[in-house]
């Protein structure tokens, strides 16, 4: 089941702060666009489970915190941090 992957104003900002700050931006980059495909390719069975229906996801260096939806296929980014 594919999903839309939609990132919220917070997130996209933290990952522009990652990124601008990175002397490595070629790696935050990838990591963005796999998180970006591994959400799209069936969210509901990516990542570790949290409080709630909230999940997170590794793709170093970079983890996001994720929430989604089955019945509208979309998956939405709340958080990204590097680790």
Sequence with gaps: MKFTVLWTEEAEDELAEIWIAAADRTA???AANQIDATLRNDATQQGES????EHILLAPPLGVLFKALAEDR??????VWRY
Excluded: M, N, Q, S
Excluded at 50 to 53: A, C, F, L, Q, T
């Design 28 to 30: 935050i980059t990838v």
């Design 50 to 53: 949290r409080e709630g229906d």
């Design 74 to 79: 979309i998956a939405y980014v709340f958080t």
